[in-house]
């Protein structure tokens, strides 16, 4: 566990570092995620994701009848729907309680979004190593090349994730609002 995790708290009104992110995706009891919206919110969508992952791995069975792909569409639709109000719920937070600068850069994409994202990225990374959403991250050497790579583009969003934050509390960067 990063020290500089277990050593913090994250306040209601602080973005929430990286680390806190991903142990939210993580840990379902962690306290921290439960303090935090953002969090809270970060933890339902990997859960969105997951189902997501299920529910069309089930309408691709070979031999699903028409009526199972049917209920799987309208599944679909329902966790889009579920997560496009998560997404929303982050972004709500982020209007209420981030300062932005004017004049800073505007940043491409909502908070939401970008967690969204992680999330998606969390539950692929997951199924390459055939485990469950709530897996701790394997060493690096311990990988095959699919894993490693989708381990590898987690990473990478998680440090874009870090370095997007850094820059809107420096107030470098801002993030849309709507």
């Excluded at 990063?2 to 009891?29: C, D, K, M, N």
């Excluded at 070979?62 to 719920?89: K, T, Y």
């Excluded at 982020?94 to 940043?107: C, D, E, F, M, Q």
């Amino acid at each position: 566990m990063p020290t500089e995790y277990a050593e913090s708290r994250i306040g209601a009104g602080e973005l929430p570092q990286r680390t806190a992110l991903l142990r939210a995706f993580r840990e379902p009891g962690d306290p921290n995620r439960r303090r935090h919206r953002v969090l809270e919110a970060a933890h339902e969508l990997v859960e969105c994701h997951e189902r997501r992952r299920r529910t069309l791995q089930a309408a691709h069975l070979p031999g699903a009848s028409s009526n199972r792909v049917a209920a799987c569409s309208q599944l679909l639709e329902d966790i889009d729907r579920r997560r496009a109000e998560l997404v929303g719920r982050i972004d709500d937070w982020v209007a209420a309680n981030i300062a932005h600068r004017a004049g800073a850069s505007l940043h491409t994409e909502t908070l939401g979004a970008v967690i969204d994202r992680l999330a998606a990225k969390w539950i692929v990374a997951q199924q390459s190593l055939g485990a469950t959403a709530r897996a701790v991250p394997p060493h690096p050497l311990q990988l095959d090349g699919d894993a490693h790579l989708q381990w590898t583009r987690l990473a990478e969003l998680a440090d874009g994730y870090q370095d997007l934050i850094t820059d809107v509390t420096e107030h470098r960067r801002r993030l849309p609002v709507w």
